[in-house]
């Protein structure tokens, strides 16, 4: 990142939380060399992460009435599903508190009456099971040294699909070197009719985990791909062409 100006620097038990502005874009770290978080000011609500882009896709499959975003960051996805319904009821859950009020502050949350933002460890909230049953379960729990190993344990998949309507979804946020754990895939399929999968050109693997089967053809994916590129306002195709039956 070149010329940028940093905005705000402090630490909490879990290390540095450092936000930093270049030009367009603000940025949030939780160290020198990460990158949790982009936002390009004066669209908020387009993804700068080719991730969150692909996390998107589940909008192809359901119309959610209520999602969970586990992992808040920046508020991106929060940004992205505010444009393209706010009638959404969402419930955001992030472990550090101070990262609430950064969203807030520096990255522009829409915040209002159908957004719920919960202070607690993503696991013990699930384990609670006290939260209305959502359409889309988003998972994005990541630290400076990477993905939460929680997100992809057995109790946190089977306490995640217990918190999930009977046509809900599950959106995990992994690593490219997942894309090879069979244990990680036999896990989802224990709770899930239907994994699909898109390795993104920013090196993540986004698993989307349906508890019904869609039988939709490739052709009628691009129909609606291009349908919900509008709605979001940003272009779904470079992700859809990299998305596949995880199998």
Known sequence: MTDFQTLYRSEDEYGPLIVNEDGQMRLLSFGDSDEQSKLLKSSPHIPQHTY??????????????????????????????????????????????????????????????????????ATEFLVAREHKKADVIFADIYGADGVDENQLSETFIANAASLLKGEGYLVLNCWKEH????????????????????????????????????????SGLKAEAQQLSLQ???????????FELWE
Request: aromatic share 6%; proline share 2%.
């Open 52 to 121: 969150l882009q692909a996390m998107l896709l589940v909008l192809l499959f359901i119309k959610p009435k209520r999602v969970i975003v586990l992992g808040l960051g920046g508020g991106g996805l929060i940004h992205a599903l505010r444009h393209y319904d706010r009638a959404i009821n969402i419930t955001a859950v992030e472990l550090r508190g101070e990262v609430i009020d950064i969203a807030k502050r520096y990255f522009q949350l829409p915040t209002g009456k159908k957004l719920t933002l919960i202070h607690q460890d």
């Open 179 to 218: 894309s090879q754990n069979r244990e990680l895939l036999a896990l989802l399929q224990l709770h899930f009719v239907e994994v699909r999968a898109c390795l993104t050109g920013g090196g993540n693997w986004v698993v989307i985990a349906g508890k019904v089967a869609k039988s939709v053809s490739s």
């Open 232 to 242: 979001l306002d940003f272009p779904l195709g470079r992700s859809l062409t990299r």
